[in-house]
């Protein structure tokens, strides 16, 4: 999310992220809720899949894109975990703070997407 220049907004990175989420919720396994995330991404693309175009995603073996995926945690009704909800998908997403944090950014897509290849880069394969 792009937020307005006025708006006081302290970013931090991935790594600093999983620190401050570790000390803030030791109960709550982030890679517990990583497992969940994934399972939803994929659960949410396996729809997009499920019907034909044009109600649905055609499938196509050259096809390769970059998505956006806007995910918030959420806590459960009687507040034991931690529960992932899907805000929004974007196709073409600006990945301007991504390149930021991390300047290959864009060399681990292409090795990703064009060259099928995930090794030495940080990438979690869902399937």
């Known amino acids: 999310m792009n937020?307005?220049?006025?708006?006081?907004?302290k970013?931090?990175?991935d790594l600093e992220f999983l620190e401050l989420y570790e000390q803030q919720y030791p109960d709550q396994s982030w890679a517990k809720n990583d497992k969940?995330?994934?399972?939803?991404i994929k659960e949410c693309f396996e729809s997009a899949l499920s019907l034909p175009p044009p109600r649905g995603?055609?499938?196509s073996a050259q096809?390769?894109?970059?998505?956006?995926?806007?995910i918030m945690l959420k806590w459960n009704d009687d507040?034991?975990?931690?529960v992932p909800q899907l805000l929004e998908v974007n196709f073409n997403p600006d990945?301007?703070?991504?390149?930021?944090y991390h300047p290959n950014f864009y060399n681990h897509c292409l090795k990703t997407l064009l060259c099928e290849?995930?090794?030495?880069i940080p990438v979690t394969q869902i399937s």
């Open 57 to 59: 995603m055609a499938h």
């Open 95 to 100: 990945n301007q703070r991504a390149c930021q």
């Open 117 to 120: 290849d995930i090794s030495g």
């Open 11 to 13: 970013q931090i990175g």
């Open 63 to 70: 096809s390769r894109a970059i998505y956006a995926l806007d």
């Open 3 to 9: 937020y307005a220049e006025s708006a006081e907004l």
């Open 79 to 82: 507040k034991t975990e931690m």
């Open 36 to 40: 969940k995330i994934c399972e939803m």
